[in-house]
């Protein structure tokens, strides 16, 4: 796993990561592919982050992750949180991207991070305790030295809220759009219009959600 040039800096890719890389030797059944872990850091410089939201762990099915949070490959069906997010962005926003690949949010300076960068294939939050929160609490840490928009859906996310510091920032949390939670707070949050509105008030381009022409 070769850090991402842009955020080689941290910390963790020299104290961390050959410990957790260590530990993943060897193992053929580790989600996403070694070539995909760090693909959301890759796609987003830090200097370009202007939204960051924070999921927990890849999907476990495979073919399904691909290093994006919530995010999945165009020819796979919709799980059901992004299935929910999608619910939200239509009534927030009147649609929705055509299928669940959020690469082209990450091209406009989305961040979509999870906690944990690699799961066991079939057992969902396998691999929260090997390490990796370190690099989202560093990651947090470093994109504070400006105005972010932070999205925090549940409990877990919120967890990291403290690495998040200064009062400049827009930070939104809510339930997490998960059936099981997504009924206590998150439909109706309205998160993208008002990223959107709070992203032109700091004289920044609003993020297409959507993928629809403007």
Not at 117 to 125: C, E, I, S, Y
Request: aromatic share 8%.
């Amino acid at each position: 796993m070769k850090p991402p040039q842009s955020w080689c800096q941290l910390p963790f890719f020299q104290q961390d990561l050959p410990r957790i890389a260590a530990d993943l030797a060897g193992k053929d059944d580790v989600l996403p592919p070694g070539d995909e872990r760090f693909a959301a850091l890759e796609a987003c410089a830090p200097a370009d982050v202007k939204v960051v939201i924070l999921g927990q762990d890849p999907y476990p099915t495979p073919g399904h992750a691909h290093g994006f949070a919530f995010s999945v490959a165009p020819e796979v069906a919709l799980p059901r949180s992004l299935n929910n997010i999608y619910k939200e962005m239509s009534e927030d926003l009147g649609s929705c991207p055509a299928n669940g690949d959020l690469r082209f949010w990450a091209d406009q300076g989305v961040l979509l991070l999870n906690t944990a960068l690699t799961v066991p294939a079939g057992q969902a939050g396998g691999h929260s305790r090997l390490g990796w929160s370190e690099l989202t609490r560093q990651v947090l840490n470093s994109l504070s030295d400006k105005p972010r928009a932070f999205l925090l859906w549940g409990k877990h996310a919120q967890g990291f809220a403290s690495d998040i510091h200064g009062d400049s920032h827009l930070v939104l949390k809510t339930a997490h759009p998960s059936p099981l939670s997504a009924r206590r707070g998150f439909f109706g949050s309205r998160p993208f219009s008002r990223i959107n509105d709070w992203l032109k008030t700091q004289g920044a381009a609003p993020i297409n959600w959507t993928g629809e022409a403007p």
